[in-house]
């Protein structure tokens, strides 16, 4: 089974519709991360969380919320989902500030 | 200046050629660095972390200079299935975030 689990993997919504994008992780890790990926953009941070009370804004945060309900969980939320938030997007763990992230699969988001 | 620069590429060489990568970073405080490989809309995935006094894996080695604030990726008798793009990242440690490069294209033809 993976250590970083992102569902669903891929999703096809309407503009104006509410979704979730769901991480769960078995590492252990108190550090998750939110970010999306559009092409020739590279990685671009929207939430973080350092433990279940911390939630911090990235750089892209608007458009966007979180929930951290356990340290194994972060949720994603678009609350009224828009054309130009079409993406891939990831969930990463890590176990402190100085280890390596480590990535779940991948959500693919297509809004129309 | 951005905080992590990299080359986008596309790198494009022959099976067999050997192949280099710069990545500069501008947050002279950065103690940890990584190189991950990413495949076309896969998750990008750790390939090595790189460590002060350099270090190898394989095909791959790894340098850091903190003097002049760029690590480097070096690929060896490369293969088609080295095609991928190579992200650096870097890492302050404490409650900063990792920073991450856009990316360099690699293209490995026959």
């Known amino acids: 089974d993976a250590d970083v689990t992102q569902t669903p993997r891929n999703r096809i919504t309407k503009t104006g519709k509410r979704i979730m994008l769901e991480c769960s992780q078995t590492?252990?890790?108190?550090?998750m991360y939110w970010y999306r990926q559009d092409p020739g953009l590279g990685l671009q941070l929207i939430y973080y969380s350092f433990d279940v009370k911390d939630i911090n804004k990235g750089e892209i945060s608007d458009g966007y919320s979180v929930s951290r309900q356990a340290q194994a969980k972060f949720s994603l939320s678009l609350e009224s989902a828009i054309p130009n938030q079409t993406a891939l997007y990831f969930c990463?763990?890590?176990?402190?500030?100085?280890?390596?992230?480590?990535f779940g699969d991948g959500t693919r988001l297509s809004i129309l | 200046r951005k905080e992590v620069e990299q080359d986008p590429g596309p790198f494009n060489v022959p099976e067999g050629a050997t192949v280099a990568f710069n990545c500069t970073y501008s947050?002279?405080?950065?103690?940890?660095f990584f190189w991950y490989r990413q495949d076309c809309r896969k998750e990008p995935k750790l390939l090595m972390s790189v460590y002060s006094s350099g270090n190898e894996d394989g095909r791959f080695t790894a340098q850091l200079n903190r003097a002049s604030q760029y690590i480097s990726l070096l690929i060896r008798d490369s293969k088609l299935s080295d095609s991928a793009t190579y992200l650096c990242v870097v890492k302050a440690g404490g409650s900063y975030i990792p920073t991450f490069g856009r990316g360099t294209s690699l293209i490995v033809h026959p």
């Open positions: 590492k252990g890790h108190d550090r």
């Open positions: 947050n002279s405080a950065s103690q940890s």
């Open positions: 990463a763990t890590s176990v402190d500030g100085t280890q390596p992230q480590h």
